[in-house]
DNA sequence: AGACTCCCCTGAGGGC
DNA sequence: TGCCCTCAGGGGAGTC
């Protein structure tokens, strides 16, 4: 589910009810998720005050007053969602633990956050805050795209003398942080670039191309609250709706939408995954 | 080093 | 209605 935008409006969505505040208790339904939770984590969750909210990457940080910073990964199928807000600002109220409800966080101010995971691909672990950028999940990562480091010499550096499809480049959470399948073939419909092209053979101007259009594809996602298609909620439950704005994505079979262009969307595997395109605008 | 494949897991949707 | 198959937004591990 969760790519950046998805992740990012998840987190902005979970800080007006966690940020600053005291998680009162952490109920952990289960031992763990992709990996074993940390041990003891509900004791170590409990009674903690959430300092600050922050995403990395598909990575949401949670840092607190204990020196720790609590990491989340939502999966593929994982939500976290507000309810029980005494202000009445959410209204997505499910009081009752529902199937996959892993973990909840009891606020101090009355509400509670809610993770829940069908598939039980996402992840949580405790880390020392001083030294979370070490921490091996997150140490591996390329630059955010959204924020400075990320550049026309980064790319032009990173694709340079490779035969990487650009498409398996830019899901490379090390090249780039935070792009996955849906927003990787939104940008190469906007850039015009055929996902099977060789990273190594994009011109210079063309991969430098790519950086803008990156970042507004991002923006854009993020205006829009995400994309959802079957399982991603924002933070109070509602949906995204970015989707209605693919112009590639899932639309197999269905005419460019690019002016004038006149060709079909297709759809290939590479590495996998699904990749949409149009062969005739797309080089 | 780089590029594959497989796998973790549940649920939705299509064909029959 | 039900069964079986395929597929899904991530990403680590293992292999060549």
């Known amino acids: 589910m969760p790519e950046l935008p998805e992740v990012e409006t998840v987190m902005r969505g979970l800080q007006p009810s966690m940020e600053g505040e005291v998680i009162t208790r952490a109920d952990v339904n289960r031992p763990d998720l992709r990996w074993p939770f940390p041990d003891r984590m509900a004791d170590r969750l409990s009674g903690r ?101 990320f550049h026309e010499n980064h790319l032009v550096t990173a694709f340079k003398g490779r035969k990487t499809p650009v498409k398996s480049a830019l899901l490379d959470q090390g090249i780039i942080a935070g792009l996955g ?25 063309r991969v430098a191309a790519l950086v803008p259009i990156i970042r507004q594809v991002l923006l854009d996602a993020i205006a829009a609250g995400g994309s959802s298609l079957k399982d991603f909620r924002q933070a109070n439950g509602e949906l995204g709706y970015f989707q209605h704005t693919f112009d590639v994505y899932g639309r197999e079979g269905e005419p460019c939408r690019r002016a004038g262009c006149g060709g079909t969307v297709s759809r290939i595997t590479q590495s996998g995954r699904s990749s949409f395109y149009c062969g005739k605008c797309q080089r």
């Open 49 to 149: 005050r959430v300092l600050s909210m922050r995403r990395r990457s598909k990575y949401i940080l949670a840092d607190l007053d204990s020196g720790e910073t609590l990491l989340v990964h939502l999966g593929m199928s994982g939500r976290m969602t507000v309810s029980g807000d005494p202000l009445g600002q959410f209204v997505h109220a499910h009081p009752q633990i529902a199937k996959h409800d892993h973990v909840v966080f009891h606020m101090e101010n009355g509400a509670r956050v809610t993770f829940n995971d069908p598939r039980r691909f996402g992840a949580m672990d405790l880390l020392d805050t001083a030294t979370a950028d070490s921490h091996k999940l997150l140490a591996v990562l390329g630059p955010e795209p959204l924020g400075n480091d």
């Open 181 to 205: 399948n849906i927003y990787v073939c939104e940008t190469l419909f906007r850039a015009g670039i055929s996902p099977r092209r060789e990273v190594g053979k994009i011109s210079a101007p």
